[in-house]
């Protein structure tokens, strides 16, 4: 049971929760730091890949 069978009506729970907690003007200070946090992981690990395939040795010519 991973996170990938949450399913629409467990998103709209979890949204419907996020709301009562933090209220509807904190909602989208949530979202655009989640968004962020999210690209920067994202690029780090395409850095870490390609760092990974630049030093692989059997990867050179």
Do not use: C, Q, R, Y
Not at 42 to 50: F, L, M, P, Q, R
């Amino acid at each position: 049971m991973g996170l990938g069978n949450i399913g629409i009506p467990g998103l709209i729970l979890i949204l419907i929760i996020a709301l009562i907690v933090f209220g509807p003007s904190k909602l989208p200070e949530i979202g655009k730091a989640v968004g962020s946090s999210l690209k920067e992981f994202k690029n780090a690990t395409k850095e870490i890949g390609s760092d990974d395939a630049s030093n692989d040795p059997s990867s050179k010519k």
